[in-house]
C-alpha cells in the first residue's frame, strides 16, 4: 500500500551537489514524518535529516548547513538537496516514513529501496 521510490543519485566530485527526490504513494507526505538515512558499506544506517507535517526539519551534525531536506505535497515527494558533497558523504541513501508523527528512534515505519550517492575526492 503505502511505497516509497528513491531516485536522483549518481556520482560527483567533492564539492558538488546532487538532489534526491522520494516519490510516495499509498499516503500523502503531508500527513508523514518523513526522513533520509544513509549506509555505506561496512557501516551502520545513518540518521541524516527529518522533516515533520509541520514542516520542522532537524539535521544530523555531518550534514547540518549543507543538506536541504524538503517536501511537495502537490507533488507528494520529499526531497533532500545535497550541497557541498564530501567524500564521506558517500552512501545508500534511504526514504523514510513513519504517519503523523516522528518516531522516537528513527524506527520508521515505511523505507524505500534506496539510491546510491557516490563522491570522488
Known amino acids: 500500500q503505502v511505497r516509497l521510490v528513491e531516485s536522483g543519485g549518481g556520482s560527483v566530485q567533492a564539492g558538488g551537489s546532487l538532489r534526491l527526490s522520494c516519490a510516495a504513494s499509498?499516503?500523502?507526505?503531508?500527513?508523514?514524518?518523513m526522513g533520509w538515512f544513509r549506509q555505506a558499506p561496512g557501516k551502520e544506517r545513518a540518521w541524516v535529516a527529518t522533516i515533520n507535517i509541520d514542516y520542522r526539519t532537524t539535521y544530523a551534525d555531518s550534514v547540518k548547513g549543507r543538506f536541504t531536506i524538503s517536501k511537495d505535497n502537490a507533488k507528494n515527494t520529499l526531497y533532500l538537496q545535497m550541497n557541498s558533497l564530501k567524500y564521506e558523504d558517500t552512501a545508500m541513501y534511504y526514504c523514510a516514513a513513519e504517519k503523523w508523527r516522528c518516531p522516537e528512534k528513527e524506527a520508521f515505519d515505511y523505507w524505500g529501496q534506496g539510491t546510491q550517492v557516490t563522491v570522488s575526492s
Open positions: 499509498g499516503w500523502s507526505v503531508s500527513g508523514f514524518c
